[in-house]
């Protein structure tokens, strides 16, 4: 029987056909993979050692309560700085190439985790922080990079690689900086006899990151393909800027020359757009997101080791540096493993909007487990039932983190195109950038406030809630499908 075949006539059988995935380009795929290691392992290495590396320089003065305080400082300097530069940083890979951005963003995190370990004052440990946040463009530019190499039907499955970078940062940076903090004291037999480490006892396990990331950065000198078409070189963009008049001060275009461009843009997929153009609704809807994800994550990465090392009777769990640094790579293993095994089918089952929903309301349980591991520890020391509750509580942490590749989709398809990319990517990071500097400092200040006052115990906790809720609120926004182009 012949059926009637019309213009309205739908062609199921097209529509129903599914694009076969298109292979990764393991090779280029792998160096991003292991330059990005560079930044969790810098970032997460401080984590178990913090609370001792700040009782040691004495900004306290013997206050314990005072600890959590200098600890969230810390953590939050390389968010702020890196909030000053990295759109501008993330701008500038959009015309001079990604591969020289992250070069200089390789080589702040090189030379600050060296300058860290020879600071003996907290100062000397506020500008070594402040060096990493400024010179480190690596993030936006290693994103627009990803997508750059990719297509619709393997994104999805290239950020549920993506995190083995971050996971595995997240699992050696706390080993590290529990296992190698004070070696001439741990290992006297073996570094016993090393005056200079004698001297500066948080060297070796800052070295270890510094050198690291300095070998990707020849990696990434020689290997690295650039990715990004028609890129002008530092010298042209600066002449561009200074004698064409094409760029006001701030590194934009001006007025004049921005309806050009973006009559221009709408004929061209690769040429950026002025900053205006990326200031509309799906832009900013993905990027506050991205920020209130971030806001959570980096609250709990704060006050979680902070909570471990504080006295039971203080409200913590009272763990020493080495059990900490155990339970946080636990924590980044099981994560890194989980999303590479079932992120993209999950994804192509469920969907981001869903994935997502469902790793934000993780943060409930999360801040729920930590009165309740107080509790147990108080009424019957460190039992199993402390750990099953531990393991809950790195459970959460595990679905939280499958948010960060839902949200890194969402982001990449809310860029006006793809000579945006790394401009949308460094304006998402700017927001998330502030949060970042806000979340640690203001949640280890409660939590510090909560440990100081018995009638202030539950605020730290409240908090956390806070910030989760407006996470849930925030992710309404999020459409079901993925914006078109």
Known sequence: MTHAVDEETPLLHVQEQKRRRTPLPWRQFSIILFLQLSEPLTSQLISPLAPQLIRDIGVTRGDETKVGFYVGLLHS??????????????????????????LTGLFGLSLSMYCFGLSKTFVGLVLSRSITGALNGNIGAAKSMIVEITDETNLAQAYAYTPIAWSSGSTLGPLIGGFFVRPADRFPNVFGHVKFLREYPYFLACAIPATFTAIAWIVTSLFLRETLPNSVSLRQLMQSKFCSRSFDKAGFESPKSSTGM???????????????????????????????????????????????????????????????????????????????????????????KAIYTVAVLCGIPFVLTCPVINALARAYGLNWAVWCVIGVQIACCVLLNLGFSCILIYIAAASPNRGCLGATNGLAQVLVSIMRSIGPASATSIFSLSIETPSHAWFVYYYLLVIVVIGIGVSLLLPRRLWGK
Do not use: C
């Open 77 to 102: 300097l390389f968010f702020a700085t890196q909030a000053l530069t990295v759109f501008h940083w993330s701008r500038v890979s959009d015309h001079i190439g990604r591969k020289p951005v992250l």
């Open 262 to 352: 973006l009559t221009a843009g709408e004929n061209d997929e690769n040429k950026p757009l002025p900053l205006r153009a990326l200031l509309i609704p799906r832009v900013l809807i993905a990027a506050g997101n991205y920020a209130a994800l971030s806001t959570i994550d980096i609250a709990f990465r704060a006050v979680q080791p902070l909570f471990y090392a504080t006295p039971i009777e203080l409200g913590g769990l009272g763990l020493d540096p080495p059990q900490i640094g155990n339970i946080l790579a636990a924590y980044g293993t099981l994560s890194g493993l989980f999303q590479m095994f079932f992120f993209a089918s999950l994804h192509d089952r469920f969907g981001s």
